[in-house]
C-alpha cells in the first residue's frame, strides 16, 4: 500500500533548526562571489606573491582575487629568472588552488597538492647555453612561446606539469611532465654554482648547428616533450622529445613529413628517429650519446642527391662533390659513426652508398656501390663496386699512406672512358683497338694520397688487341710505376696469322709468340725495351720507317721458322734510339731466293747501324758477312765472303747486280772474298774496295771458261779488275779493267783480254758445233776495249786487237771454206793442209771490226785479207791470193806475179753463220761450171 506523503507543514515541524543553516549558507555564498569580484588589498598580494614566487624568480602581478571555481586569480602575472633576466614569462591571469587527496591505502589525508593554471601567455627564453657555444653567427639567440596555456600540479617537493602547450612561430608545442625535490639543498638555479656541466659537443657539430639558419618549418609543426627530472639528481632525468610537421625547407629542398625523436635518460642522450620525407625516399637517423663522453650516430635512407647534399654544412660540400658524376636515381645510405669520443667520431664510422646508377663521361654505369670503414688506429677502408661486379676497387688511406686494389672485366670500350683524358687520346690516335673479354688489375701504393699516381703496378688480359694491321690474341701484360721509373714488366701474347699485300700481291703472314718488357726514367729520360717474337716480320712493317718496310717486304718465309729478338734504348728529347736485334728464319727466301737458314744481328744508334754478323746458308754454300753503316759520313764498311751461286748473291744484293751477271751461268766451286769502304754520296771519293772472286767455270756467247778466279779493287767511283784468269779450252785467259761504275753517273771502261794456247777444234766445236773441224790449230789473241758504260756494247766500244792461229788446218775453218771451193775450182789439186798460221790485227769503231791486213799463210799459197766486219750487217772484205810463204826469197816472186793476183781477189760478205764468198775482178759472165757465189758445201 502507498504510504500518504507527508506536508510540508510537518516537514518544517520535524526540523525546526534546518532554516538558520540555510540562512547561513547563503550569506556565506553572497559573501564568497563578493570577494572573487574584489582585488585584495596590496598588503595581502605582496605576501602570498612573495610565499609562492620559487626561489630565484621574481614575480609580479597586476590584481589578486579569489574564484569560486578558480581558486585563487592572478592577473597580469610578470615572472623574471634572477640569473638570466632574458628569461620572461607572461600571462593574462593563473589560477591555484589545493586539493588534500588520501592514501588509497591507509585512508588518511596526505599533503596537500596544489595545482596551477594559466591561459593566453607567452614565454621569452634564451638558447640553451650548450648551443649559444656552437651555434653560427645570425642564429636566432632567443625564442618566443605565444598562446601558452597550462596546468601545474605541484605536491610538496614535487612539481608536475599535467598540460602546456604553446605556439613558437610555426611551431605548436606540447609539454608535460614532473620535476622532483624541488626543497633538495643541493639543488640550485640555473646558471649557478654546482649546476650540471654543460654538455661537451664534437667540433664538427658546430657546423650542423650552424647551418640551423638555413632550415625552415614550412606548414607548422608540433613539439611534444615529456620529462621526470628529479633536483639534485640531474642524471637520473628523463626527457623526450618528439616534433613533426608536413613539410621542412632546407637549403631551398623540401622534406614532407618530417618527424624528430630527442630521449635523455641517465645521462644518455639518444635520438631513436629522424625522419625526413623526399620525393623519391626517406631518410632515417639515430644518434646516442653516452654520459661515459661516447657519441653514436646511424644514417640510413634513400633520397635523390641534391637533398642529401642539402643535409651538409657548406663547409663539408665541397670534399664530396665530384666533378663530372652524377648519379641517376635516389641514392641509398647507410653511416653508422662510433661510438666513439666525439673527437674520434671521424675516425670510427662505417658506411655505404649505392644508386641505381650513375653517369661519368656521358655514360650510365649500373649499379655502383660504396662500402666505408674507418676505425681507430686503422685508417679508412674502403670497396666499390659497379656493373654486376665487373668494376671493383678497394683501398685503405691510413695517415700520409694510401692503398688502393682494382679490378676489372669491363669491355674495353666502356673501360677507356675511365681512363685519364691524356692516355686515352693517345690510344684513340694510334687507332688500338682491344678485343674483349678485358681483364684489368692494378694496385696502388701504399703511399701518400699525393704520390699514389707514382707507386702502382697493373695486370691486364684481354682476348686481343690490334694495332697497325697486328692482332695480338690472349694479350698479357704487367706493368708498374715506382717514383720516375715505369717498368712493362711482361707483354705477351700470341700474333695472330695475317693475309697483307706484299708486291702488289695478297700474301699470307704466319703469327706465332709474341714477347715485349720495357723500362722508362722521368728523371733520367732514359728508356729501354725487349721484344722476342716469332711472328713473320712482315706483320711489323707498319712500326717501321719506309725503308726498313721495304726491305721486310722483301722477305718470305715459307717454312714458318723465324725468330726476332729485339733490344732497344733512348733518351727522351733526342732523335733516334739505341736498338740491337738477332734474327734468325729457316727457310726463307729474301728477294726471291730461298735460302736454308738466314741469321743476323745487328746493332743501331743515331746515325750508326752495324751488321756482326751476317750468315746466310744455302744448299750450295753460304754467306757471311760484317756490314756497318754510317748514315753521316754516308759510308758503308764490310768484309765478307760468299760461297753460294753468284746468281744468288747478286739477286740479294740487288736487281742491277743481278740483271748484270743473270745470262752468265756459273758452275761450282764459287766463292767471293771482298771488305773495304763504300761511300754513297755524289762521286764516292771515298770509296776503298778489295775483292777476290772465283768460279770452276762459267759459259758466255764466247766460249767456256774454267777455273775463273780475278782480284778487284774500287778507288772513288773506279772499279779495277785485276789478274782475271781462266782456262779457256786448253790455253790460258787473261785480262784486267778499269771500270768507272761507282759514281753519280756511269763512266767509261777499259779493258784488255788476252788469249794463249786455246785448242780451236775445241772453239768451234762448243760454239759452232755444226761447223765442228779437225786440227784447227791453237788460236792467240789480244784485244784492249774502251767505251762509255750503260751504253749499247758494240755501237759505242772502241779499240784494237790481235789475232794469231797456228799449226792448224786454217781452210777449214767454217768462214774459209767458201775461199777454198772457189780455189780449187781454178786449181783442183790444192789441199788446205799448207795453211797452218793465220795472224792479224784489227781496231774496234764504230760498230764495226776494222782489219788492214790479215795473213793466212802456207807453203804454196797464202791468203792477205782487208776490210771489215760489221756487227749488225756482216763481211765486207777482200781477200787476195799470193804465192808461197813470205820470206826475202818468195817477196821478188810476188812482185812479178802480181797481175795474176789481182784477178786473183776474192770478196767476203755475209755474217759468221752465213758467209758468201765470190771472185772481185772477174767478170760476172765466166764460164758456168762454177758458182760465183760458192759458198761452204
Known amino acids: 500500500m502507498n504510504e500518504p506523503r507527508p506536508s510540508n507543514a510537518s516537514v518544517r515541524r520535524r526540523h525546526p533548526r534546518a532554516r538558520p543553516w540555510i540562512l547561513a549558507l547563503l550569506l556565506i555564498l553572497i559573501l564568497l562571489a563578493w570577494l572573487a569580484s574584489r582585488p585584495w588589498p596590496d598588503a595581502v598580494q605582496r605576501a602570498v606573491l612573495e610565499r609562492v614566487a620559487p626561489e630565484g624568480v621574481r614575480l609580479q602581478a597586476g590584481a589578486m582575487h579569489w574564484n569560486f571555481f578558480e581558486g ?120 649557478k654554482a654546482g649546476a650540471a656541466p654543460v654538455m661537451p659537443l664534437p667540433m664538427e657539430a658546430g657546423k650542423w648547428l650552424g647551418a640551423l639558419d638555413q632550415v625552415r618549418i614550412a606548414g607548422g609543426a608540433d613539439l611534444k616533450i615529456s620529462f621526470d627530472v628529479e633536483r639534485g639528481r640531474p642524471g637520473s632525468a628523463d626527457v623526450l622529445c618528439e616534433l613533426r610537421g608536413d613539410a621542412l625547407e632546407i637549403r631551398e629542398r623540401h622534406f614532407s613529413p618530417w618527424r624528430v625523436r630527442l630521449h635523455y635518460r641517465d645521462r644518455d642522450i639518444y635520438v631513436p628517429a629522424l625522419v625526413l620525407g623526399t620525393d623519391q625516399g626517406r631518410i632515417n637517423a639515430s644518434a646516442t650519446f653516452r654520459d661515459t663522453g661516447r657519441l653514436g650516430v646511424e644514417i640510413k635512407g634513400s633520397a635523390r642527391p641534391e ?30 659513426l662510433g661510438p666513439a669520443r666525439p673527437d674520434q667520431l671521424l675516425r670510427d664510422w662505417t658506411g655505404s652508398l649505392s644508386a641505381p646508377a650513375i653517369r661519368y663521361a656521358d655514360t650510365a654505369w649500373q649499379g655502383p656501390r660504396v662500402e666505408l670503414e674507418s676505425l681507430p688506429g686503422q685508417g679508412i677502408r674502403f670497396n666499390f663496386h659497379a656493373e654486376d661486379e665487373a668494376l671493383f676497387v678497394r683501398g685503405h688511406v691510413q695517415d700520409d699512406r694510401t692503398e688502393i686494389r682494382a679490378s676489372s672485366g669491363l669491355p674495353f670500350e666502356r673501360l677507356k672512358i675511365l681512363m685519364p683524358d691524356g692516355f686515352r687520346s693517345r690510344l684513340e690516335q694510334a687507332e688500338v683497338r682491344v678485343h674483349d673479354p678485358v681483364r684489368l688489375e692494378v694496385k696502388a701504393g701504399p703511399a701518400p694520397l699525393e704520390s699514389l699516381s707514382r707507386a702502382w703496378s697493373a695486370t691486364l688480359r684481354a682476348g686481343g688487341v690490334h694495332w697497325r694491321g697486328v692482332t695480338l690474341a690472349d694479350a698479357d701484360a ?44 722521368e728523371t733520367s729520360g732514359q728508356w729501354r725495351a725487349s721484344c722476342t717474337t716469332a711472328s713473320d716480320p712482315r706483320q711489323w712493317r707498319a712500326f717501321v720507317d719506309p725503308g726498313t718496310a721495304r726491305t721486310l717486304s722483301r722477305f718470305d718465309f715459307p717454312g714458318g721458322d723465324h725468330r726476332l729478338q729485339m733490344e732497344a734504348r733512348g733518351q727522351t728529347g733526342e732523335k733516334g734510339l739505341d736498338l740491337s736485334a738477332q734474327f734468325e728464319a729457316r727457310d726463307a727466301a729474301y728477294r726471291g731466293v730461298t735460302n736454308d737458314l738466314i741469321r743476323f744481328h745487328f746493332d743501331y744508334s743515331p746515325g750508326k747501324l752495324q751488321i756482326d754478323p751476317l750468315d746466310v746458308r744455302r744448299g750450295d754454300g753460304a754467306c757471311r758477312a760484317r756490314i756497318g753503316l754510317d748514315f753521316t759520313e754516308k759510308l758503308v764498311t764490310f768484309a765478307g765472303t760468299n760461297t753460294a751461286h753468284p746468281h744468288a748473291f747478286c739477286r740479294m744484293i740487288s736487281d742491277e747486280f743481278y740483271a748484270a751477271f743473270r745470262d752468265i751461268p756459273f758452275e761450282p766451286p764459287y766463292r767471293m772474298a771482298a771488305t773495304g769502304t763504300f761511300d754513297w754520296r755524289p762521286g764516292g771519293e771515298r770509296t776503298s ?48 779493267g778499269t771500270f768507272e761504275a761507282l759514281g753519280a753517273q756511269p763512266g767509261d771502261y777499259s779493258a784488255a783480254i788476252y788469249c794463249e794456247r786455246a785448242d780451236l ?124 810463204r813470205e820470206n826475202q826469197l818468195t817477196r821478188m816472186v810476188r812482185f812479178a806475179s802480181q797481175p795474176l793476183s789481182k784477178l786473183l781477189e776474192f770478196r767476203l760478205r755475209g755474217d759468221l753463220g752465213d758467209p758468201k764468198w765470190s771472185f772481185e775482178n772477174l767478170p760476172l759472165r765466166w764460164p758456168g761450171w762454177f758458182d760465183l757465189s760458192a759458198t761452204d758445201e
Open 72 to 191: 585563487f586569480v592572478i592577473e597580469d602575472v610578470h615572472a623574471v629568472l634572477a640569473e638570466q633576466p632574458r628569461c620572461v614569462l607572461r600571462a593574462d591571469w593563473l589560477t591555484c588552488w589545493w586539493t588534500r587527496p588520501r592514501d588509497p591505502l591507509t585512508r588518511e589525508d596526505m599533503d596537500r597538492v596544489w595545482r596551477i593554471r594559466t591561459e593566453s601567455g607567452s614565454l621569452t627564453a634564451p638558447a640553451p647555453p650548450a648551443l649559444g657555444k656552437t651555434v653560427a653567427p645570425g642564429m636566432r639567440e632567443q625564442a618566443r612561446v605565444e598562446r601558452l596555456s597550462a596546468l601545474v600540479e605541484a605536491d610538496g617537493d614535487t612539481l608536475r606539469i599535467l598540460h602546456a602547450e604553446g605556439r613558437l612561430d610555426d611551431v605548436i608545442l606540447h609539454l608535460s611532465g614532473t620535476i622532483r625535490n624541488l626543497s633538495h639543498p643541493e639543488a640550485q638555479p640555473p646558471g
Open 761 to 884: 777444234d775445241e772453239v768451234i766445236d762448243d760454239i759452232a758445233p755444226e761447223h765442228r773441224a779437225a786440227e784447227l790449230g791453237e788460236l792467240h789473241g789480244g784485244v784492249f776495249l774502251r767505251g762509255p758504260l750503260g751504253a749499247p756494247f758494240w755501237d759505242a766500244v772502241s779499240g784494237t786487237g790481235w789475232v794469231r792461229i797456228e799449226d792448224g788446218r786454217l781452210l777449214e775453218l767454217p768462214v774459209l771454206r767458201g775461199a777454198t771451193r772457189l780455189i780449187r775450182v781454178l786449181y783442183p789439186a790444192f789441199s788446205s793442209l799448207s795453211q797452218t798460221d793465220l795472224r792479224g790485227a784489227f781496231d774496234l769503231e764504230d760498230g764495226a771490226l776494222h782489219s788492214g791486213r790479215i795473213e793466212l799463210e802456207g807453203d804454196l799459197l797464202s791468203l792477205q785479207a782487208e776490210g771489215r766486219y760489221i756487227f749488225d750487217d756482216g763481211f765486207r772484205m777482200t781477200v787476195r791470193m799470193k804465192p808461197l
Open 478 to 521: 704487367e706493368m708498374r710505376r715506382s717514383g720516375t721509373d715505369w717498368t712493362l714488366d711482361s707483354c705477351t701474347g700470341l700474333v695472330q696469322a695475317a693475309t697483307g699485300r706484299v708486291h702488289h700481291t695478297a700474301t699470307r703472314m704466319e703469327g706465332g709468340a709474341f714477347s715485349l718488357n720495357g723500362r722508362f726514367s
Open 689 to 736: 774496295i778489295k775483292g777476290t772472286a772465283s768460279a770452276g767455270a762459267t759459259v758466255t756467247p764466247g766460249g767456256r771458261f774454267e777455273s775463273v778466279s780475278t782480284a778487284f779493287s774500287a778507288t772513288g767511283a773506279v772499279v779495277y779488275v785485276n789478274g782475271l784468269s781462266a782456262k779457256y779450252y786448253g790455253g790460258d785467259f787473261r785480262g784486267s
Open 307 to 336: 637533398y642529401w647534399m642539402a643535409l651538409l654544412p657548406a663547409g663539408l660540400r665541397p670534399d664530396l662533390e665530384t666533378p663530372g658524376i652524377r648519379p641517376e636515381g635516389p641514392v641509398s645510405v647507410k653511416l653508422r
